[in-house]
């Protein structure tokens, strides 16, 4: 039985591995083998190696061996699940690393200089407040805000704001803090979905209590009529 269960998390991973480098998103087909042979206890070598630590993978430690980084070990157990986008998203929340660092320093630098905050993005009509909040970066939630971040704004195909987003990917440090910048917490998706729907459904408890301390009715039903608590089982 543990074979099979090891043979089943390396096909999921190696499903997720083919589907990022087809979509051009998260590792190369290089960098994820080599992020699962390192959870294996295979060093990279130094090109791969570095590598995953300009992504927050991994850390190069003094006698020039490497270490997986918590992101690298979320990255992994999402891989070995089968789920793609918890992947890429432990991917892009490389937050320690340099180049992460320097981004945030690009993002503060071009809201001073006064780029648009509530900019969308070209095939999608996500604000950059929803794709903050999608990935869990409070710092660049906070700061589009300051600089004038509608809250509310709504994306074209499933009508979601940026709190139903941050609720979906259980960021709750970001739900907190949309629910304090005024983010309706009572608006549904084209689905019928509301945020504290989303959070019930990721499980994630932290930004389901947010979102009932903002006053919500805990006995208000969705759409069809299920309670909160149907779904919380479901």
Do not use: C
Request: charged share 20%; hydrophobic share 45%.
């Amino acid at each position: 039985r543990a074979q099979a269960n090891a043979a089943k998390r390396q096909a999921n991973a190696d499903s997720v591995a083919k589907r990022m480098a087809e979509t051009d998103t998260g590792l190369s087909p290089s960098g994820s083998k080599a992020l699962l042979a390192f959870a294996e206890g295979t060093q990279p070598n130094a090109m791969l190696g570095d590598g995953l630590a300009r992504m927050g993978l991994a850390e190069r430690a003094q006698d020039g061996s490497y270490r997986m980084t918590p992101t690298g070990r979320a990255a992994v157990a999402a891989m070995r699940a089968g789920d793609y986008q918890r992947a890429v998203d432990a991917i892009s929340r490389g937050t320690d690393t340099s180049s992460a660092r320097q981004g945030r320093q690009a993002e503060q630098a071009l809201l001073k200089a006064g780029a648009d905050a509530n900019t969308t993005r070209g095939d999608t009509g996500e604000t950059v407040l929803m794709i903050a909040s999608r990935s869990g970066h409070v710092d660049v939630v906070r700061a589009l805000l300051a600089s004038g971040a509608k809250v509310n704004m709504v994306e074209p195909l499933r009508q979601q704001t940026a709190l139903m987003w941050a609720a979906a990917e259980g960021h709750s440090a970001v739900v907190k803090t949309l629910v304090e910048a005024g983010a309706g917490t009572q608006a549904l998706s084209s689905t019928k979905i509301s945020p504290l729907m989303f959070a019930i459904r990721a499980g994630d408890i932290a930004s389901t209590q947010a979102l009932l301390d903002s006053g919500l009715n805990v006995n208000e039903p969705a759409a069809d009529g299920t309670s909160m608590l149907v779904l919380a089982i479901l």
